[in-house]
């Protein structure tokens, strides 16, 4: 089970982090994202963490301000996001896979266990 928690209210140009909890598996062995959601929309990825030594890969409309992590003591996976715009404002959920190929790493299938969401919202 992934519990997200961090969304809120922030004005353009700031910071939030978002957690996502694990529990009842061990996300040092998974490959873990974030997607984003708007309503009406398809949910697209933003970041994902691999479970090998690959360099973490982000969507390019984030590259340079967001910053995905785990802490492997804690089993919790991190969404760090800096100089937040309006287009941000999303409800964004985290999500695990023991086994994702890299081509796939943006591809909601690709993930089986997924968090219920926290919603970010960016004020201009």
């Known amino acids: 089970q992934l519990q997200a928690s961090g969304g809120g209210l922030v004005q353009a140009g700031g910071s939030l982090r978002l957690s996502c909890a694990a529990s009842?598996?061990?996300?040092?062995?998974?490959?873990v994202a974030w997607f984003r959601q708007t309503p009406g929309k398809e949910r697209n990825f933003v970041a994902a963490l691999f479970r090998t030594g690959y360099s973490p890969d982000y969507a390019e409309s984030v590259k340079g301000r967001f910053a995905i992590s785990r802490d492997n003591a804690k089993n919790t996976i991190y969404l760090q996001m800096n100089n937040l715009r309006p287009e941000d404002t999303a409800v964004y959920y985290c999500a695990t896979s023991p086994s994702v190929i890299r081509s796939a790493v943006a591809s909601q299938t690709a993930y089986r266990s997924w968090g219920q969401g926290t919603l970010v919202t960016v004020s201009s």
């Open positions: 009842g598996r061990t996300v040092s062995r998974d490959t």
